[in-house]
């Protein structure tokens, strides 16, 4: 039980291995003085962007350490194994081609297929062999690296199909690093199949139904108006409508929409309502905010790419927790409370306010684009100059010894995993469900969650990796979890109750095994932005 480590912890804090927090840190943190279930008082949600389990952590903690120039990778003795690709799944695998490791020189890929009903097409009934034709369009790596314009050649043995392909250590360096030093999951899936915007919902709320109206990515809800609403009401939700949002409608309450681009409104409660009705302080921190129109970065390909992703911003659905104009806080002390910009900030906010001492209860970061590990215009070496600059950052401040950073990621981008989670929400869809057969995605109707069609589900694997000192070392949970399970662990700690109507929450796994309360460790892991690996000289960022 939550409560029982908290006791626990609070009695370690009493001998001196805890860190206490005074009455002068509560006036100074408004955070510190919640009434929490664990002894986190702030979590940091880094939601990244389209990649599978697989993709990052097929053969973790092997790394081949083969090629000259990348950052080199050695596995600490007694690291767990995780649920990888073993021999036969890379020898002898059932899709097209086998799984082949991507060097660094290989980061920059292009996207890949990853629609509610492609990727349920590629589970194919539970064979899981149809990435090549369903999810990776038949293109080899040359064909993918092509497109995007990477030079690198392809090598590998023929046929090389990308949608199959991995990164390891000597690559995606850092994330290894952490879940040596820290925590991850092996077992985590998205709540549903489908892309960017499903993932959103489902991480904020639980639920990608409740559609008052929508676009072409909607299902059973009438056509929103064209362009963009400014008729938000903060603090006051709709109630839910009879639609389903299945893939990447933009959100109606967002002035950087287009009159091309179809919006959708969602109804009911999300997260931010829980916690808004207990008076906590938080805030959806997202790259190119401020100058949604204008703001860009160039990748490591050269590339310019627009910073803000509008339909990677799922509170911009609801209209009680929209912010349409982007508008600013109306100071920097206002960061985190109800004003003005309603919880929806740009990312430079997040820092204002964490190096002020008022780093939010809840903060849900959002890289700028080319930081975020979309594949297309994001890569596994821009994400984690991004990641290591964020965490090493956060562990430089004094609210760290009370801070949980999770990584988890929206969807699988279509990328190849060998592991199909169980089918805990059906549904039977004709024109959009394929998992295990036309139209369906099981055939109980009495299994469709709530009655609330167009929701299948768990859907793919994907990393998620904890970062705190409240962390376990070097570990690998099994627990089944999914994206809800991050909203869960905010009602549950911050003791807010249940965003209900339907929402996965009710049933999802717990993310308590990834932590020890009981043997916290304060001391800081800084690595080096670069390469990912520990810091020599004590991590400048």
């Not at 986190?40 to 939601?47: R, T």
């Not at 369009?137 to 064909?143: D, I, R, S």
């Not at 950073?405 to 981008?413: E, G, K, P, T």
Request: hydrophobic share 35%; aromatic share 10%; proline share 6%.
């Amino acid at each position: 039980m939550l409560w029982k480590r908290f006791l626990l912890a609070a009695g370690a804090a009493a001998l001196g291995l805890v860190p206490m927090i005074s009455a002068a840190d509560q006036a100074q943190d408004p955070a510190a003085a919640s009434r929490t279930a664990t002894p986190i008082k702030h979590l940091v949600v880094i939601f990244q962007e389209n990649v599978s389990f697989d993709h990052y952590f097929a053969s973790y903690p092997a790394a081949a350490n083969a090629t000259a120039g990348e950052p080199v990778f050695r596995a600490r003795e007694g690291t767990p194994n995780v649920n990888g690709l073993n021999g036969a799944l890379l020898n002898t695998n059932p899709n097209l081609g086998n799984p082949q490791r991507l060097s660094r020189a290989q980061a920059l890929t292009c996207d890949q297929g990853h629609g509610y009903t492609q990727e349920q097409q590629a589970m194919d009934n539970g064979a899981l062999d149809m990435f090549v034709q369903k999810t990776g369009g038949g293109l080899t790596l040359a064909q993918c690296l092509a497109a995007v314009g990477n030079k690198a050649p392809a090598g590998g043995a023929s046929p090389n199909f990308a949608v199959m392909d991995y990164f390891d250590g000597n690559t995606v360096t850092a994330l290894w690093n952490y879940a040596q030093r820290f925590s991850m999951s092996d077992n985590s899936f998205s709540t549903g199949y489908g892309p960017s915007t499903p993932g959103a919902l489902n991480l904020i709320s639980g639920n990608t139904f409740g559609a008052i109206c929508g676009g072409g990515s909607t299902i059973n809800a009438p056509a929103c108006p064209t362009g963009f609403s400014t008729a938000n009401t903060p603090g006051m939700s709709a109630p839910q409508g009879p639609g389903t949002i299945f893939g990447d409608d933009r959100p109606l309450f967002e002035n950087c929409n287009s009159a091309t681009q179809h919006p959708a409104e969602m109804g009911g409660k999300n997260v931010g309502d829980l916690l808004n009705a207990q008076g906590q302080t938080w805030g959806w921190f997202q790259g190119g905010f401020a100058d949604c129109k204008h703001d860009s970065h160039t990748n490591i390909g050269g590339a310019t790419v627009g910073d803000y992703i509008m339909h990677h911003e799922p509170f911009q659905y609801y209209p009680q927790t929209s912010n349409p104009l982007h508008l600013p806080p109306s100071s920097a002390a206002m960061i985190g409370r109800q004003d003005q910009a309603n919880h929806q900030y740009d990312l430079s906010q997040f820092f204002t306010a964490a190096d002020a001492g008022r780093l939010p209860a809840v903060s849900f970061v959002k890289a700028a684009a080319f930081q975020d590990g979309h594949a297309g215009y994001s890569d596994p070496i821009d994400e984690q100059t991004f990641l290591v600059q964020t965490i090493n950052h956060l562990q430089r401040l004094d609210t760290w010894r009370s801070t949980a950073v999770v990584i988890a990621y929206d969807d699988s981008d279509g990328w190849y995993d060998h592991a199909e989670g169980p089918l805990v929400s059906q549904s039977q869809v004709p024109a959009i469900d394929a998992l295990t057969g036309a139209g369906q995605c099981g055939a109980s109707a009495a299994k469709v969650p709530s009655g609330q069609q167009g929701r299948c589900g768990y859907g793919m694997r994907q990393p998620l990796l904890v970062i705190s000192p409240f962390a376990r070392t070097n570990f690998v949970d099994h627990t089944l979890t999914d994206q809800s399970s991050i909203t869960r662990f905010i009602e549950d700690n911050w003791h807010l109750g249940r965003v209900g109507s339907g929402s996965a929450d009710a049933f999802a796994g717990t993310l308590d095994n990834l932590f020890d309360f009981n043997e916290p460790n304060a001391s800081r892991f800084i690595l080096d932005p670069a390469t990912g690996q520990p810091a020599r000289d004590g991590g400048e960022d």
